[in-house]
């Protein structure tokens, strides 16, 4: 009976080392596999490792003056089998240096000197630094004793710069409330199937960061609140004890607390009355740290259960202007997020003790924080929170590169943020949005570059970087679970979830993953929707009776796997849809024949793909003569 066992795994091991052959599989990422660090069953391989580093960050911002001070000691631990003879350091806020390359043209205010390094020292030694050399987000560390496999650095290094009046993702929202993010330097991600991350930040394509353990100290004027990444370690000693009370309260409290409102932050009491506070925080195995801070800013928070197990509770926060109405709903808005996604899709009781949404520009997501552009539309500004939420599993959960493979997370975001928006606006209103949004700038473009492959690398994208890493692999996903159904989906996304939480998953290790977990051979779906110039569009070629039904011929001319219905409409003026999954095209991807037993007759036929939208409908429907 055991050799029996031991046999069928064998086999099945065989076959799934098989199925990830089937995909093409770039030489870098062959490499991965061969030593042994990927696994052909969609986990991290015997062999896989990752480096990690402990930050101590203290940072100074005193509005209205633009200048930020910083010093940090990073101890950063080499967990590979190479000896590293050199670090990458990225820089991020070099990006706003004139002369630096950027995906988009920006304003003057945007320019600032960039990062200014004042001192660095590598293990006690100074090292030269000169700032005006190079002008990029990646700068090279030579070191002079050799970082050994399970040997670590110390870095101390102390740095400031002038915070942008103008920018993407951070900056001075006002005079008076800033976004902090990328403020610290970094030592960049050393993987196993790429080595050093030197991708630069060109402000378009985003993140790829270890997984790191923080301690943050944030030192601002009195009457000034700091939001952060991370759990607050002295509340008590930054707040005073009416609203040290309040946040304590919202902690176990399901309906919204407001900390601190605008009459609080007007009378000045909100805050401990030292000249200066410093906030201190901690985040542990988490891949970056964001702060806000403002002196005027009102705070809500209330909790939710998020763990119908342990009944672990979850803090959602807001920090914003009193005259944003979208915000004052933002606690509830995030709490109906937070639950959804915790006991929806991915199923996964949110993983964090907060969510903070602070009210800036940019839309971006960091971890436990997003920073959000306030909308007169309350809708608009729930959906777009909810896509910038959902980003907390992916890249937060699983640290997944998105520079290189936005679609691992923009794509799981915004199929996230469509699914939630069914939930509280119903398909009829949620279907429309998510075709304006994320699908017409595709489909309805012909230019070759909107069908580049989903696979090819994000750093490589211009024009088609959007529709690449958003809608199409949205579509995707979508697509995939129509075809394996709403359970087996997410117990292989779990599958997935599993392996590389807390990790560097390439689209490789999600493909083989989804294999494994649903138990079925999907390569020759990822196959189709992510190395292939598919777009979506079918024609409904010939409808001929046969018997007690109608045979149905449907060209996929786009080729993509897409779901669809067959809406017939009958003689006495009623209708019906029939749905078929991608199940339709595994064998023959260019045509299918769909039969209906139809049960009297039809005046006319359509096919419907619903939010996968299709590039020509005027060869999509069939009437009879």
């Not at 098989?18 to 599989?25: E, G």
């Not at 998105?402 to 509280?424: C, H, N, P």
Request: aromatic letters at 14%; one cysteine or more.
């Amino acid at each position: 009976m055991y050799k029996s066992i031991s046999v069928t795994l064998f086999c099945f091991f065989i076959l799934f080392r098989v199925y990830a052959q089937d995909l093409y599989m770039p030489r870098d990422i062959q490499r991965a596999y061969k030593k042994e660090t990927r696994s052909f069953d969609g986990k991290p391989g015997k062999k896989y490792w990752q480096n990690h580093a402990r930050y101590i960050i203290s940072v100074t911002a005193l509005p209205p003056d633009r200048t930020v001070k910083g010093t940090e000691l990073i101890t950063y631990f080499n967990n590979s089998p190479d000896t590293l003879r050199s670090l990458n350091m990225k820089f991020i806020l070099n990006i706003h240096r004139a002369g630096a390359p950027r995906f988009y043209n920006t304003p003057l205010t945007y320019l600032s000197p960039g990062m200014q390094i004042d001192t660095f020292l590598v293990n006690g030694v100074m090292k030269n630094w000169n700032n005006d050399i190079g002008s990029g987000t990646n700068q090279p560390i030579s070191l002079k004793q050799p970082m050994l496999p399970h040997d670590s650095v110390k870095l101390n290094i102390t740095w400031h710069y002038q915070i942008a009046t103008q920018s993407a993702r951070e900056g001075m929202i006002d005079s008076t409330s800033w976004y902090l993010a990328y403020f610290y330097p970094r030592v960049a991600v050393y993987d196993d199937y790429n080595g050093w991350d030197m991708l630069p930040f060109l402000d378009a394509q985003e993140f790829y960061n270890d997984f790191n353990d923080y301690t943050l100290h944030v030192t601002v004027p009195k009457n000034y609140i700091v939001w952060a990444t991370g759990t607050l370690q002295n509340t008590g000693q930054v707040l005073q004890p009416e609203y040290v009370k309040r946040l304590e309260q919202s902690m176990t409290s399901d309906s919204t607390i407001h900390i601190a409102t605008a009459e609080d932050i007007a009378k000045k009491s909100v805050t401990m009355q030292n000249p200066l506070n410093t906030w201190t925080w901690k985040a542990a195995n988490i891949t970056d740290m964001a702060v806000g801070l403002s002196n005027h800013y009102d705070w809500d928070a209330a909790s939710t259960v998020v763990d119908n197990t342990t009944h672990r509770r979850a803090s959602m926060q807001a920090a914003f202007s009193d005259d944003a109405n979208d915000f004052h709903h933002a606690v509830q808005f995030g709490i109906n997020t937070i639950n959804w996604l915790s006991n929806n899709l991915p199923g996964i009781p949110y993983p964090f003790p907060k969510m903070t949404a602070f009210q800036g520009f940019g839309d971006m997501e960091y971890p436990m924080m997003v920073n959000d552009t306030h909308n007169s539309n309350l809708l608009y500004s729930q959906l777009g929170q909810d896509h910038e939420i959902a980003h907390t599993y992916f890249p937060f959960y699983m640290g997944t590169n998105e520079s290189r493979y936005a679609f691992m997370d923009e794509g799981w975001a915004t199929a996230l943020q469509y699914l939630i928006g069914v939930s509280e606006i119903g398909k009829e209103r949620a279907d429309p949005l998510f075709k304006q949004y994320r699908i017409v700038g595709w489909i309805k473009d012909a230019s070759s570059a909107e069908d580049l492959p989903i696979i090819t690398p994000s750093s490589e994208l211009r024009y088609a970087y959007n529709n690449n890493s958003y809608g199409k692999p949205a579509l995707s996903y979508l697509a995939l679970a129509d075809l394996l159904g709403d359970e087996l989906f997410k117990k292989a996304l779990h599958v997935y979830m599993s392996n590389w939480n807390g990790k560097h998953p390439i689209p490789w290790d999600f493909f083989n993953s989804m294999n494994s977990g649903s138990g079925k051979n999907l390569n020759w779906f990822f196959n189709n929707w992510f190395f292939t110039n598919y777009y979506i569009d079918l024609d409904l070629r010939n409808v001929v009776k046969s018997g007690d039904g109608y045979l149905f011929s449907v060209r996929n001319i786009g080729g993509f796997a897409v779901p669809f219905d067959i809406v017939l409409t009958y003689a006495d003026g009623t209708s019906k849809s029939f749905h078929q999954t991608p199940a339709v095209w595994q064998r023959n991807q260019k045509q299918t024949a769909v039969f209906i037993k139809a049960g009297q007759a039809i005046t006319s036929a359509k096919v419907d793909g619903g939010i996968f939208m299709d590039a020509d409908e005027s060869n999509n429907t069939w009437i009879a003569r």
